[in-house]
Structures are given as structure tokens and as C-alpha cells.
């Protein structure tokens, strides 16, 4: 199926003529289009061998009655047809602007070959050459397949459905899908197509003649044509044709691999051995195979499991992940499972074994981990590397390649070590068996692909960890989605933290579960707190999608979309418990938790800061490591304030989100050593007095352990993330190691202001964050009705009655009567707010997937359909941002701003050779470590400071404010395109300026902070 050396002769002179890449007049070069549509069928040929794993190709033949043979060869025949669109006067006149001095020149050839092409088509945009092609393409196959069968309205319709379905995938293979509009203009302009005017007759025929030298360069001819065009492919198939598509087309067109050639003198064109060439080209790109390994040994599992994750031989796995393993290794089909397990029970674990053990069953080429935040992401890519380590693989040519995927990833020094160390001998060494000083295969170990990198590639790597915006983009409609489609079929999916994502983030979750249901991509969520409805409606959607695959479309609403997914009676209250589905059914494991459990105290406070202070100096006057959680980083902010003040700065660490990265590292840092698992009050690494105070960043990732907690009032899974904050690890036999008065688990809860006659009333920042609704059930379910009402929570037992029940209709039993009427109209005002969520997600979400299926939509549709993400260069997060109702919007990078003009770090900012507060230079770009450490000292501008409807304006000051500083740095790796934030150091440590009308403040201590509003909108000076 790959290109015969000898394929292109058999063309007439006028379809060699034609060009399909050149160097614009450099260096006078250029390719052939017929010589690019070979190379791009070669590699067609390669990528579906080696790189695309079964799971995948089985997508496409699924579509083509399960014949594998014909789905590889349409889509050979795709990539060698996709630039079909330059075959028109309306791309060869684009020569014209690069002709030298009246003769030669690109257009020469074509025009010299006899071919007309009118200079009055130069300059025009439209039609672009992947629109044009898809008329093209959708002419051929009207006419060789569908010819006379268009005398009925639905007729008519049918054909331009099937038609569409192929020839789409042509027009969305610069990463925009087709619209209705640009089509119909495409196929109005007959002259730029050449399908009217004078020459005509000949631009029609080598059209065909280059479409049918597709069809030869995917071992088809014309008599084949029917037999994928007769079959209607769903627009989830075409988007994995049109991510296939993309992918070669990029690796075609890199010339440093595939050669332009010499356009003038002899013909070099007719010398090109076109399989040598593409052979020679692959080679070079060094695309890394699909992973693979040898049927697990999955018994004793006792032994499998240390083995993955070095753990000791006596080391028994704990019963969820025995669990989750048996339940992945004994399905008759891939579906979905949903883990859910207290901290601490192994999660990652179970869900990286059943993903090892999913991939391989049914032919995926590796895993996918989610997580919700960077921080999250960047503990899990160590994880995950360890793990990647000791994972078996079959050959002798490397396959484990990871990439980590975030908008730091530049910044985490084991990821950019990898990187290095990849590219000092993978790059060159593919296929080569070469080994270690210890014998040792290199193939065996974890690289970063060469080719796999990048925003757009890195997704397309064996194994990633991201963050889960990277997999919720799965289901935005933005330029390239089809890659990303691609990139998470090729995987098992595995998604953290789920119960963390709100309303607004599940739309997108469960319009993703359809599409990888569809493609029977296996899935894995992860949650400590989950409420029933939410697993069912996810395993529901996920089974939606699947059934679409297998069942015909009329087929598809008689099916109950919950049917088998209500758990009830025992398996309502089981808890750990592995659900998964197998084909059309969701079943159950109820396991046991093997972690500790603790009874926690849990009572109401005042909301007064100072309360706060003399409680805590009460409870501490033996000492001892407290956590207050604030809902709002302003909260947080006042209270360390006050704490400071009472215990001293030395005592009181702040941790949020709104410091620079740099400084919120190393306050992480911090936390994991005075407070995991390893401090002791023997070794001297916990610390006698500690009060931390932070935001929601203490519940998720770190391991840390307070002796007393403190937290706002939050929704109930939220307030049961945070009491795993305390005790979380055994200190001595009955907590000895801990102080006297902090023996038994305690958490105060605050942020309630007063318990009314209709019901509680919250302070203002935690009803910002949170709905009225939610908060008033919380404290329903938690018993707690009044100021110093009382409750005992038992973790882990009682965790999935007060989450289920919190997310229940009976959660209106719990409620007291007397605050019925008011909670009635909290909870009108909260469905209210959700219907808002959900329609403002719906901007650019993709449709559900049965009704574009149900409706025969093709790509065209989906573009005509769905409103897309508009692309800046100078907001390149605006995919992640779309997917999230964030709080937070530009980042930008703070630097002090000196008297004399200059711009430096801030002064506490150093580090690797690099002086603390050094100077920064404007002339030229700052040196790698000056520039990775201005990198780390980025924060995003809160939605209280830039708007969503401002971010443009926001963008516009920023760029006027720092434009005389960084216009020599555009070519650096980790600044170009960055906004800084000039600061002036208006006390020492206290650095100030004005955006938008609004003072801004940073400090080492608090964080980023408004401290007041100015009429002005300019930069201070």
C-alpha cells in the first residue's frame, strides 16, 4: 500500500506541473504535488502499522462493516488526497506573488505544462485550497458513486450526507472544520476551481486524474470507491480520520525530512524514488510505535502489583485495587469504571493497574491521567514516570514515551530533564536495541518523543499526564480538536479528582464520555466523594455513547438511559466501591477500606477573626500544627493578618493561589516537610507551633496532617476532603506524639455569620463562591443547626451516606422546618444560577453526540453548528479557560520596576547563578536561568481585577505597560508572548501598580491583593 517508486509516471505532464510546496523564492524549490500526495500516503501507511494501535483502527473499521484492510486503505487514500484543493488555479496562482523577474518561477511550470490559469484569481483568500479540495473530492464521489441517485428531495440529501462525510474530512485538515457558507461560495466559484472559463476541459481532468492517483496510491481504484463511499462514517469517525489526517500532513510537509527539490534545470522530479524517499523520511522522523507488552502475569497478584510499584514482597494490595485490577481483567468489553475510596486507599494505583491491564486487552497504546490542578498534575507526573519505569513492553524499539501536558510544564525540572535527556539519544537511535553499562536495554527506557511535543503534539504521546483541561478540550469546539480526539482514543482515560469539577466543567465532562464511549475508549474516574446521581449520570453518558456504536440509530431512544446504572438497597451505601460497566450493563464491587478511620469532632464558631485567634491560642497553648481553610483567598488573607498579629509571624504560613508560582512552590515545599507523613515531633521535622492558613489549595495534593483544622462552611464533599487534613497519619500509639489537648480529631467549622428564623446566614465571600443552597444543606446533613451545635463524623463510614444524601431529593428531610421557606428560595435562586452554568457552557461545547449522530451530521455540522474558540497568539489558554467557569484570567509576570527604569526580579527571587533581585536585561533576551525563574514568577489577575468582558483591554494595557521591556525577548522558549507586570517597591517587600483602574498589591507574605480603585487606566509611574 505504500507508494510504487514508479507511481507517479504514469501522470500526464500537466498533473506533474502543479505545485504543492515550495520555498516561497528563497532558495527556488519546490515539490510537486503529485510528489507531496506520495509522500503523504507513504506515511499514511507507516503511521497506521506502527503508531496507530488497534483500539484505534478499529474505530474506522467498525464504520466499514469491521473490514480493517479498507479502512487503512481510505485512509492512505485521505492523506494522499487531502491537498487535492492546490490542484485549482485559485492555489497555483498564489506562484505568481514569488515569480523572478517575468519568467520562470513557480507558475512557470504549470503554465508552461499548458495549463490556464488567470493572474486576475491573484490575492484572493478564498477559496483556500482545504475548502476547495472539499468540493473537489465531493464532486468525484458524487459523481463516481452517487450518480443518478438524486432524483428525490431525500435522495438528494442523502448522497450530499454521505458525500460529506468523506470529503469533510479534506476541508478540516488545517484544523477548522467546514462551514456550510464557504463551501457554497467555494462551489459558486467556478473560475477559481477551474471548472469554468477558458482551459477548463484540462483543470477537470487532472483533477480526476490526481484523485484517482490517490486511489492507486492506497491500493484502491475507482471500482472501489463504493465500498467505503456507500458506508455513512459519523462524525466521530471522521474526526479520527481527520486527526489521522492532520498528523501525516504534518509529517509530510517538514522539509528538513522530506526534501523540497531544485525548480529549475533538469526535471529532478522523475529521478525520485519515492518509497526510498519516504522510508529514508520516516527514519528520520522518528516516530515512536504504539506501546505493547506480552500477555501480564497478572498472577499471584500479590507479586504483579509490588513489582509495578517497587513495593516490598510482603506488601499486600489493598482490596479496591485487587478490586478494580479483577474487575479490568475480566470484562468481556473495554466501558467505564468509577473508583471511589477514601484518601489514602490506593486510588492511583488501582486505577494505573487497570489501565495497564485495559490497554492491553483491547490494543490501546497507553494511559491518559487527569488531574484538576498543576500542582496535582505535577506530583502525578513523578508518580507516573516511576510506574512507566518498571512497565513491560514487547520489541526492541522504545514505545514508552511520556509528555506532561500543562501550561507549566516548562518549568518542572524532572519533566525538562527527561526532555534533555531524550533528545541527546532517542532522536537518533530508533530501532536500535543499544544497552546501558548494566546491560540494560534502552529501549526500555521512559523518553519524551521528539516529535511527540509541543501544545498541539504532546497530547499524541503514549502516556500523559495533564491537567483536565487538556482532556475536557476533547469536547471544544476549537482549532485542531480532531488531534486531540485522536490522541485520547489512542489511551485509557483516567480522570482524578472528579467530583472536584462543578456544573459548568461536567457539561463538558459528559459530552466527552459520550465520544470515548462511541470509540469504546476505556475510562477510569477517580473520586474520595461522590454523589449517586453524578456516577450514574456519567456511566449513563458514557454508555449512551457506546450504545450509538453498536445500535442502529432508531434503535437508540427505546433504551432507558438508566437502565442497570441506579444502585440502590446495599450498593447505595457501599463504600469503597468499584462500578463498571460491561457492554450495556453497570455492575458493583463493594470493597473494604484498609486505611484508618477517625472519628472527627466537628462544632460551629463565630465568624470573628478574633474569636478565631483566641480559640486557637487556647486549644495551642501546648503547642501544636493547626489548618484554617478559607473559602476566598481575601479571607485567608485577613485571617493570617490577625494571626500574625497574636502568634507571631514565624508561626503562620499562607498558602492560596494567588502567589506567583515560584513562591507558592516553595510554601508547598515547606508544608510537605513540617507536615507529612515523615515529620516528627522526635526527628525535630514537625514543628512545635504551626498555623497554616490557606484556601481550597490544602484539600487537593498535599499529603499533610494537622493536629486541628479549622474550614469555612463548603458543600459536603468539600468540608469531608478537608477533614482528611487531620489526623490523616497515625502520631504514636493513641496519638501520643501529639499534643494533650489535640488527641482527638477536632474541626471547627466557620463562616456563619448567624442562625436566623429562616435559616443560617453565611458571610459574603463564601456565598461568592458557593451557592446559599448548597451551604444550608451541608450544615443540614452535617447536623450542625445553630451556633456551637455538635457532630461526630466517622471517616470513612459515614462519607457516602452525607454525600449521597447531601445530593438527593431527600436532602429536604434533613432540612429544619423553620428554614424551610427560606432554603426553598436559596434553592430557586442556586437553579436559577445552574441553568445559567449550563447555557454559558454551551458557547462552544460540541453537541451530544446521539443527536449529531441521530441527524447525520458530518464535520460540515459540526462547524456550521457550534460556535469555535477564537485563537490569540497573545491569550494562548483560552481553550483552558473555556472549559472552566475560572475565577481567574490573564497571567502575567511580576517584576520589580527600578528608578532607573530597568526591570528586575523581585528581590527574594534567585537562584542556579542567578542573584536574588538581579537585573533583567531589556536590549536582549535574559539568559536560561534569569528567564526560567522570571517564568516561575507568574500569577493569573483574579476575575475581581480583569473581568471576562475586560480581558481584551486588560491584554491592551498590559502590552502598552511592559511592550519597551520585552521586545527583544520574543524568540525566547519561556517568555515570548508573556505579559509582565512592572511593580514599584513602595515599602520594602510591599510592591504596588494600577491596572485597570485598580491598585494592586504583592507582597512574600499575603500574595497578590487589591487594596484600592482608581479612576485612571494607566500604569503608575
Same mark, same amino acid.
Not at 256 to 263: A, G, H, V
Not at 390 to 406: C, F, M, N, Q, V
Given at each position: ?357 485495559? $490497554? ?74 543499544? $544497552? ?113 456504536? !453498536? ?97 507571631? !509571624? ?98 471547627? !467549622? ?109 464535520? !460540515? ?161
Amino acid at each position: 500500500m505504500e507508494a510504487d517508486a514508479n507511481c507517479g509516471a504514469s501522470l500526464s505532464n500537466q498533473a506533474r506541473s502543479l505545485w504543492g510546496k515550495s520555498d516561497y523564492g528563497v532558495g527556488e524549490s519546490w515539490l510537486p504535488l503529485y510528489v507531496h500526495m506520495a509522500d503523504s500516503a507513504g506515511v499514511a501507511s507507516r503511521l497506521w502499522s506502527s503508531w496507530v494501535p488497534r483500539s484505534t483502527r478499529e474505530i474506522v473499521a467498525r464504520a466499514l462493516d469491521g473490514d480493517e484492510k479498507l479502512a487503512q486503505s481510505l485512509f492512505v487514500f485521505l492523506a494522499a488526497v487531502h491537498d487535492i484543493g492546490k490542484a485549482t488555479p485559485a492555489f497555483q496562482i498564489k506562484g505568481l506573488s514569488f515569480r523572478q523577474g517575468g519568467e520562470g518561477g513557480i507558475l512557470w511550470k504549470p503554465e508552461h505544462a499548458g495549463l490556464v490559469i488567470r493572474h486576475d484569481l491573484s490575492g484572493r483568500p478564498c477559496p483556500t485550497h482545504p475548502i476547495a479540495g472539499e468540493v473537489l473530492l465531493a464532486e468525484y464521489l458524487k459523481g463516481h458513486c452517487f450518480a443518478g441517485d438524486d432524483k428525490t428531495r431525500s435522495a438528494k440529501r442523502e448522497t450530499i450526507r454521505r458525500t460529506s462525510a468523506i470529503s469533510s474530512i479534506v476541508g478540516a485538515h488545517h484544523g477548522r472544520f467546514p462551514t456550510v457558507k464557504r463551501l457554497k461560495d467555494a462551489a459558486d466559484d467556478s473560475v477559481a476551481l477551474g471548472h469554468a472559463g477558458e482551459g477548463s476541459a484540462d483543470w477537470i481532468r487532472i483533477q480526476d486524474e490526481l484523485i484517482s492517483y490517490a486511489l492507486q496510491l492506497a491500493g484502491l481504484s475507482k471500482n472501489d470507491v463504493p465500498r467505503f463511499a456507500h458506508h455513512h462514517l459519523t462524525v466521530a469517525t471522521e474526526s479520527i480520520l481527520t486527526g489521522l489526517v492532520i498528523m501525516t500532513d504534518w509529517i509530510a510537509s517538514d522539509q528538513d525530512i522530506f526534501p523540497l527539490i531544485p525548480l529549475f534545470g533538469e526535471d529532478g522530479c522523475s529521478s525520485i524514488d519515492l518509497e526510498a524517499r519516504c522510508t529514508k523520511a520516516w527514519d528520520a522522523a522518528a516516530i515512536l510505535q504504539a506501546w505493547s507488552e506480552s500477555r501480564p502475569d497478572v498472577l499471584p497478584f500479590d507479586q504483579f502489583f509490588a513489582e509495578r510499584f517497587a513495593l516490598p514482597k510482603a506488601a499486600k494490595p489493598r482490596p479496591v485495587q485487587v478490586a478494580a485490577a479483577r474487575a479490568a481483567w475480566e470484562l468481556d468489553e473495554p466501558g467505564i469504571m468509577v473508583i471511589e475510596a477514601p484518601m489514602g486507599e490506593g486510588k492511583t494505583e488501582a486505577a494505573l493497574t487497570a489501565g495497564e491491564l485495559l $490497554a492491553w486487552r483491547y490494543g490501546l497504546s497507553g494511559v491518559c491521567v487527569a488531574l484538576p490542578t498543576m500542582a496535582t498534575t505535577d506530583a502525578m507526573f513523578d508518580r507516573v514516570e516511576s510506574w512507566l519505569e518498571r512497565l513491560p513492553h514487547e520489541g526492541s524499539s522504545p514505545d514508552k514515551d511520556i509528555y506532561l501536558a500543562h501550561g507549566k510544564a516548562q518549568l518542572n525540572e524532572q519533566f525538562q530533564g527527561l526532555v534533555r535527556r531524550s533528545r541527546q539519544t532517542s532522536r537518533f537511535d530508533v530501532g536500535i536495541d543499544m $544497552a546501558d553499562e548494566n546491560g540494560r536495554s534502552k529501549a526500555d527506557d521512559v523518553v519524551v518523543s521528539d516529535w511527540m511535543f509541543g501544545r498541539k503534539r504532546g497530547m499524541l504521546a503514549n502516556f500523559v499526564v495533564c491537567t483536565v483541561d487538556q482532556v475536557l478540550m476533547g469536547a471544544l469546539n476549537m482549532k485542531h480538536l480532531s488531534l486531540r480526539q485522536l490522541a485520547l482514543a489512542n489511551k485509557v482515560v483516567i480522570i482524578d479528582e472528579c467530583h472536584a469539577y462543578d456544573l459548568y466543567m461536567r457539561q463538558y465532562l459528559n459530552v466527552l464520555l459520550q465520544w470515548l464511549g462511541y470509540w469504546h475508549v476505556p475510562v477510569i474516574l477517580l473520586s474520595a466523594t461522590l454523589p449517586i446521581s453524578q456516577r450514574n449520570e456519567m456511566v449513563g453518558k458514557y454508555l449512551e455513547g457506546r450504545r450509538l456504536s !453498536v445500535a442502529p440509530t432508531d434503535e437508540i431512544q427505546s433504551k432507558d438511559e438508566q437502565d442497570a446504572l441506579l444502585l440502590s438497597g446495599e450498593a447505595a451505601d457501599a463504600y469503597p466501591l468499584v462500578t463498571y460497566s460491561d457492554g450495556d450493563t453497570a455492575r458493583s464491587i463493594e470493597t473494604k477500606p484498609s486505611g484508618r478511620e477517625v472519628s472527627v469532632d466537628v462544632s460551629v464558631i463565630d465568624d470573628d477573626v478574633e474569636a478565631l485567634a483566641d480559640l486557637l491560642a487556647d486549644r495551642l497553648s501546648d503547642g501544636g500544627c493547626a489548618g484554617v481553610i478559607c473559602d476566598t483567598v481575601g479571607r485567608a488573607q485577613e485571617v493570617e493578618r490577625a494571626l500574625d498579629a497574636r502568634f507571631g !509571624v514565624e508561626a503562620v504560613l499562607l498558602d492560596h493561589s494567588r502567589f506567583i508560582d515560584i513562591d507558592r512552590m516553595e510554601n508547598e515545599k515547606k508544608l510537605r516537610e513540617m507536615l507529612g507523613r515523615q515529620a516528627t515531633a522526635g526527628n525535630g521535622g514537625r514543628p512545635r507551633l504551626l498555623i497554616v492558613v490557606g484556601t481550597q489549595v490544602l484539600e487537593q495534593s498535599l499529603d499533610i496532617d494537622f493536629d486541628l483544622l479549622v474550614t469555612d462552611m463548603a458543600p459536603v464533599d468539600l468540608v469531608l476532603q478537608r477533614l482528611g487534613r487531620t489526623h490523616r497519619h497515625h502520631r504514636g500509639a493513641d496519638e501520643c506524639d501529639r499534643p494533650a489537648l489535640l488527641r482527638t480529631a477536632t474541626c471547627y !467549622v466557620r463562616g456563619v455569620v448567624s442562625f436566623g428564623d429562616e435559616g443560617p446566614e453565611f458571610a459574603k465571600g463564601l456565598t461568592r463562591v458557593y451557592d446559599k443552597a448548597t451551604l444550608t444543606e451541608s450544615l443540614a446533613v452535617l447536623g450542625l443547626d445553630a451556633m456551637d451545635s455538635k457532630a461526630s463524623i466517622e471517616l470513612p463510614h459515614d462519607i457516602p451516606r452525607l454525600v449521597r444524601t447531601a445530593y438527593s431529593d431527600d436532602v429536604q428531610n434533613a432540612i429544619p422546618d423553620a428554614w424551610s421557606e427560606g432554603y426553598a428560595s436559596q434553592r430557586a435562586a442556586r437553579d436559577e444560577k445552574f441553568v445559567s452554568k449550563v447555557h454559558r457552557a454551551q458557547t462552544c461545547l460540541l453537541v451530544e453526540l446521539p443527536y449529531a449522530i441521530q441527524s447525520k451530521w458530518s464535520l !460540515v455540522d459540526l462547524g456550521e453548528r457550534t460556535e469555535a474558540v477564537a485563537e490569540d497568539s497573545r491569550d494562548e489558554d483560552r481553550g483552558q479557560r473555556a472549559v472552566r467557569d475560572t475565577q481567574e484570567t490573564v497571567e502575567v509576570l511580576l517584576v520589580r520596576k527600578g528608578s532607573d527604569g530597568g526591570i528586575s526580579l523581585l528581590p527574594w527571587i534567585g537562584g542556579k547563578g542567578v542573584e536574588r533581585g538581579e537585573g533583567l536585561p531589556t536590549d536582549l533576551e535574559p539568559n536560561r536561568g534569569q528567564s526560567l525563574l522570571l517564568a516561575q514568577s507568574a500569577v493569573r489577575l483574579p476575575l475581581s481585577v480583569c473581568p471576562l468582558s475586560q480581558i481584551d483591554a486588560c491584554i491592551k494595557e498590559l502590552e502598552n505597560g511592559c511592550g519597551v521591556y520585552v521586545r527583544c525577548w520574543q524568540e525566547s522558549p519561556w517568555l515570548a508572548g508573556r505579559l509582565l507586570l512592572p511593580m514599584d517597591e513602595v515599602d520594602p517587600g510591599v510592591f504596588e501598580t494600577e491596572l485597570l483602574g485598580k491598585r494592586l498589591r504583592y507582597t512574600r507574605r499575603e500574595g497578590f491583593s487589591t487594596v484600592g480603585v482608581y479612576t485612571s487606566h494607566t500604569f503608575s509611574s
